[in-house]
């Protein structure tokens, strides 16, 4: 007795990578829209700015270590006094064709409307922890990037040198309010109750 067996043809990868391509739009003409559609179904981090995507790398597993830290630092002050604390991946709008991932963002209140939940629209602190790859973007892309969005408060955590630059806005630039080291507490400036040991997020395992 015979039986039918039915055949699949697969498509060669050199042959898909060629009908992703003519699918998906170029880099520089992908809209708000098409980047968040593309990011709601894909656990990736992914910025966008004026048609331009740009994958960011993987964290490591200090990165994590010390991003962990923060969080629960900061969650545990903040939230207990009304705020809302919340970590990447989830996407913050810097202004119409503009969305970056900051490691930590951070609202007063929990109620406050720019905490919308396909992403936020504006934060009140942002954290960003200083990446292997590309320095540049944490220490001076993104000071550019928040102070645009209008972020009164920007924390700048260098695994690197173990320092934890804490910045304010001001006319719509950051001017520096500390570099703290080992030995030293990193302070809020818009709570100044609020801090953190610097040796303590570094030695974070």
């Not at 705020?83 to 503009?98: D, E, H, N, S, T």
């Amino acid at each position: 007795m015979c039986s039918a067996q039915s055949t699949t043809t697969l498509v060669p990868e050199p042959e898909w990578k060629d009908v992703l391509v003519q699918i998906l739009p170029p880099q520089w003409r992908w809209t708000e829209e098409e980047y968040l559609i593309l990011t709601d179904h894909r656990n990736l981090l992914v910025e966008f700015t004026d048609g331009f995507l740009e994958v960011l790398p993987t964290p490591t597993d200090k990165h994590q270590a010390i991003l962990g830290f923060l969080y629960l630092a900061f969650q545990k002050f903040f939230e207990a006094r009304g705020g809302k604390v919340r970590f990447a991946p989830l996407r913050l709008r810097i202004r119409a064709g503009k969305f970056r991932e900051p490691d930590l963002r951070l609202l007063l209140s929990a109620a406050d409307s720019r905490r919308q939940n396909r992403f936020w629209i504006g934060a009140d602190l942002a954290v960003e922890v200083v990446s292997e790859d590309k320095p540049q973007r944490d220490l001076l892309d993104k000071r550019s990037d928040y102070a645009e969005a209008g972020v009164p408060e920007y924390w700048v955590v260098n695994p690197h040198s173990e320092t934890i630059t804490v910045l304010r806005l001001r006319a719509n630039t950051y001017e520096e309010i500390g570099v703290f080291t080992r030995g030293q507490m990193a302070a809020s400036v818009l709570v100044p109750e609020f801090s953190v040991s610097v040796g303590s997020v570094f030695d974070a395992d």
